[in-house]
């Protein structure tokens, strides 16, 4: 007996129904073994709890393994794994304080800068372990892949819309936004709490300078030349070799610093702080400022001449690279004769640099 308004279809109408539903499982099966085969179940995020949260973590991992799959060098470059943070803080000494340098393409080539400024840690007088403590900030892709290959503490540091990779001449504008990115990051290294040793590659180290810096000072520079006096402002200070204490001060200064190339437009780092040391705002900030012996840190501008005692020696006063390589391979080679010689006639004998050859001793030629 059928209930009130119930319709009860007959067995045409049954049959209609059967064959319908056959004709759609016909059309579907097939579809869905094709997209199986195309996109298999494993290759697809798993939507189970938070399925926005799970499609990206599983987007992440495709991600990670198209890197591992890759170029290592690439990878690191082209990703935001390799964190400033991470790197400083595998360098960094007991008291948080760090070496660091600049290097691009045209100094990063076998055989160029960097290999010479490498090898003088290795031939100086037991200072082949600051190399632990020194990060390599790389200004393009090529010099990342080379120092990754050569060194333990590489950091890449891209600029949007600028190409860092080509030798920078002296006063144009490539080398003026190289020199002022370089004062920016220094400052985002203070903020995070790093001491730091900025020493440009085209410095041969031979001592640890620590022992002659100066104590209870926030920022201290090497010169092109002293004139004596650690504390007189006429001194004139060369950025490719300073020591600086992370507090307010430092940051202070850096971003002052920073900021003052827009009151000085073309010129570079250097001639701009020769202006502002003078700078009542110097005061303000209450900077401590040491300039650097040149009998200790010396240069071509102004050669030390005492190599029982120099630290370091800069290829400032030099234009163009083939003339810096050419002298940094003889200031090397007369080093490591000086090594070579008995501990009596080092101190009897007044031995002097047989460069600058090539170089000249052009002023802020740098």
Known sequence: MKNPGEIVPDSHTFRRYVAHLLFILAIVFPCVILFRIVHPLDALPRLAGNSSENFEGS????????????????????????????????????????????????????????????ESFRWGERIRQLLDHLVIVCLDQKAFARCSSIHNHCYALSTEGVDFSGEKYFMTPDYLKMMWRRIDFLRTVLEMGYNFIFTDADIMWFRNPFPYFYQDTDFQIACDHFLGNPSDLANRPNGGFNYVVSNNRTIEFYKFWYSSRQRYPGF???????????????????????????AYFGGFCEPSKD?????????????????????????????????????????????????PQNCSYILDMV
């Open 59 to 118: 987007l992440e991992n495709q991600r990670i393994a198209v890197i591992q799959e890759s170029d290592d060098s690439t990878a690191l470059w082209e990703t935001e794994d390799n964190k400033l943070d991470a790197v400083l803080k595998k360098a960094a000494m007991v008291n948080k304080t760090v070496i660091l340098t600049t290097l691009n393409e045209a100094w990063a080539a076998p055989n160029s800068v960097i290999d010479l400024f490498l």
């Open 268 to 294: 570079h780092d250097q001639d701009v702080l020769n202006v502002i040391k003078y700078d009542p705002a110097i005061e303000v900030i209450g900077l401590k400022i040491r300039f650097l012996s040149t």
């Open 307 to 355: 190599l029982n005692v120099v630290c370091t020696m800069h290829a400032n006063c030099c234009y163009g690279l083939g003339n810096k390589l050419h002298d940094l391979r003889i200031i090397l080679e007369d080093w490591r004769k000086f090594m070579a010689l008995p501990i009596e006639e080092k101190r009897l004998r007044q031995l002097s640099w047989r460069a």
